[in-house]
Nanobody, 125 residues
Framework: QVQLVESGGALVQPGGSLRLSCAASGLTLNYHAIGWFRQAPGKEREGVSCIISSTTYYRDAVKGRFTISRDNAKNTVYLQMNTLKPEDTAVYYC????????????????????WGKGTLVTVST
């Protein structure tokens, strides 16, 4: 059974940093595409970043601020988030699938098969 568990969400001030983690069990992340998505209150879930092999994708709003990475030995993927803004406030989800779908230049939900339950990131003073 595939399980994805996100952690690292917190309340942080604007300009601060957080690192989210997604620990996987039941599959080997190294052989899959892994994505980070977010959903703000009242908004649709949107793709933030995706990694497959050594290729990474980011939505424009986070380019230069967020970095996706993976630790194959720990079967864990990370999302380092710097220079956080209030508009980054959302529940962040990791997902694993067959490929990184990109629509209009942004990572998309297509290609993802398994989802975690999310971790809340709040950027506020």
């Amino acid at each position: 059974q595939v399980q994805l568990v996100e952690s690292g969400g917190a309340l942080v001030q604007p300009g601060g940093s957080l690192r989210l983690s997604c620990a996987a069990s039941g599959l080997t992340l190294n052989y899959h595409a892994i994505g980070w998505f977010r959903q703000a209150p009242g908004k649709e879930r949107e793709g933030v970043s995706c990694i497959i092999s050594s290729t990474t994708y980011y939505r424009d709003a986070v380019k230069g601020r967020f970095t996706i990475s993976r630790d194959n030995a720990k079967n864990t993927v990370y999302l380092q988030m710097n220079t956080l803004k209030p508009e980054d406030t959302a529940v962040y989800y990791c997902a694993v699938g067959r490929y990184c779908a990109v629509v209009g230049g942004d990572p998309s939900r297509g290609g993802m098969d398994y989802w975690g339950k999310g971790t809340l990131v709040t950027v506020s003073t």
